[in-house]
């Protein structure tokens, strides 16, 4: 069984991570004890991907939850579904004098990353991230055979996104032939919660272009309006659950049997035809048709419109400006087939080019028919260029570069990310413009 090792970092990587592992050991039919109470069928096959085997017959996720202070994971872990968690795999930075009340998990090394880049990724305290790597060697050893990593974290608060660069540098160089992905929110908010955040997503980015296999966006100012929609003030819960459905959709082809799709690697060699070109969105459908989902029901053809619609992605964008390198549709639900789904694909297939489509029978709680696109659109780059402009703005400045620098970061830091990130830019719009192979073939 090809294993995956998941990690979640920071305040806003461990609520989403938990929302994930609650829809997923419901998909598999597990309970908050670890019992499997399914019937053996495709809820089972592949049960040992996310979930280790314990004793006396149970499942325990292959998780491990990181966090630079212990407030989120402690609140989490009141809750008794997060019980099931290994404890040994639940590691927090803290301060001394608080150990005695937080004695449930491993605690080690100081306090908080204070929300920036410099201090979760310069963190002179070793502690941490020593006692992460070798949580990860414990569970990698029990694998028959690690596909990859695949991390939850924020971009905009210190420690999803520093000690989050730190952590995937840190596994490209000891995993160099394992697959990483990343699970990476952000906000493209005019009003930044703290002021610095540019430069963490920026910094941030720069990481994930160099040592990652594909990255996954999703933006709260997307969903918030995507929920204001139908609802007034949605919650971070509201936004978490629409973000792990999409995690729960884009997994599902590693967790069921899928013959096109069925691993990282697979799903990323058909996704990802240039490996730096490697930032992709999602839709999920249904989520604008609320009456229909009260009844449980949507026409297949409107859940394919609404799929490929702007206003169902994840992130913010234009999909009339651009064009597809490659999309993969999958759906889940029993009454339908294959051949219904490509009959009404067909209409689409003008449009988008170079897509896959599967479809998995064990459907999503709740709903009949529904379905998630993982997406490598040229129009990514109008929010990167979004990021790109604000960080310059205040680098040109040299605003706040003074509280970076003290945690032991180079001015030259910010402009290689910057360039980078600029370059990266550049090659989406020349693969927008320009011929390639995929487009050849199509
Ligand atoms: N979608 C979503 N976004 C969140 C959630 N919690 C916080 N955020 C956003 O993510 C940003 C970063 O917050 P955290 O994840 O708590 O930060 P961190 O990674 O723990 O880093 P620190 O700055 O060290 O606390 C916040 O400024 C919010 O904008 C959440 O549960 N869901
Ligand atoms: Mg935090």
Not at 171 to 186: G, K, Q
Request: charged fraction near 20%; charge should be negative.
């Amino acid at each position: 069984m090809r294993e995956i090792i998941h990690i979640q970092l920071g305040g806003c990587g461990n609520r989403i991570g938990s929302k994930f592992w609650k829809t997923i050991t419901d998909e598999h039919c597990i309970d908050s004890t670890g019992i499997y109470y399914g019937q053996l069928d495709e809820s089972f096959e592949g049960i040992n991907v996310y979930f280790n085997e314990i004793p006396k017959g149970k499942y325990c996720p292959r998780a491990i939850l990181v966090d630079l202070e212990p407030d989120v994971i402690n609140t989490l872990h009141n809750n008794s579904f997060n019980k099931f968690f290994c404890s040994d795999n639940i590691i927090c930075g803290m301060i001394l004098f608080l150990l005695n009340e937080y004695k449930d998990f491993v605690c080690v090394g100081k306090i908080g990353s204070g929300s920036s880049w410099s201090s979760g990724f310069y963190n002179d305290d070793t502690e941490v991230i020593d006692q992460v790597l070798n949580t990860i060697r414990k569970e990698s050893e029990l694998c028959d055979c690690l596909q990859g990593f695949q991390l939850s974290h924020s971009l905009l608060g210190g420690t999803g996104s520093g000690f989050g660069s730190l952590l995937i540098d840190k596994l490209r160089e000891e995993y160099p032939d394992r697959a990483i992905m990343t699970f990476s929110s952000l906000a493209s908010s005019e009003t930044c919660e703290h002021l610095i955040e540019p430069y963490n997503i920026v910094l941030s980015i720069q990481h994930l272009i160099e040592n990652v296999d594909a990255t996954y966006f999703f933006d709260n100012e997307t969903l918030h309006k995507t929920f204001s929609r139908t609802q007034t003030s949605p919650t971070y819960n509201d936004l978490n659950q629409l973000i792990s459905t999409a995690m729960s959709g884009v997994t599902t082809c590693f967790r069921f049997p899928d013959q096109i799709n069925g691993d990282m690697r697979k799903l990323n060699n058909h996704m990802i035809p240039f490996p730096r070109l490697h930032f992709l969105m999602s839709s999920y459908a249904p989520i604008i048709s609320q009456t229909c989902i009260q009844n449980n029901s949507i026409p297949l053809y409107q859940l394919i419109e609404e799929l490929f619609d702007n206003k169902n992605m994840l992130i913010p964008c234009d999909l009339q400006q651009g064009r597809y390198l490659s999309a993969t549709a999958i759906f889940r639900g029993r009454n339908t087939t294959i051949k219904e789904i490509y009959e009404h694909m067909l209409n689409l297939q003008t449009k988008v080019k170079n897509i896959k489509t599967t479809l998995c029978k064990i459907p999503l709680k709740d709903l009949e028919i529904s379905s998630t696109l993982i997406g490598n659109h040229t129009s990514i780059q109008n929010l990167l260029k979004y990021f790109l402009e604000k960080f310059s703005t205040i680098f040109r400045r040299k605003l706040y570069i003074f509280g970076f620098c003290r945690s032991g970061m180079d001015e030259m830091e910010f402009t290689e990310a910057e360039s980078n990130l600029r370059d990266l830019i550049d090659e989406y719009q020349e693969i927008q413009h320009g011929k390639t192979e995929n487009n050849e073939e199509d």
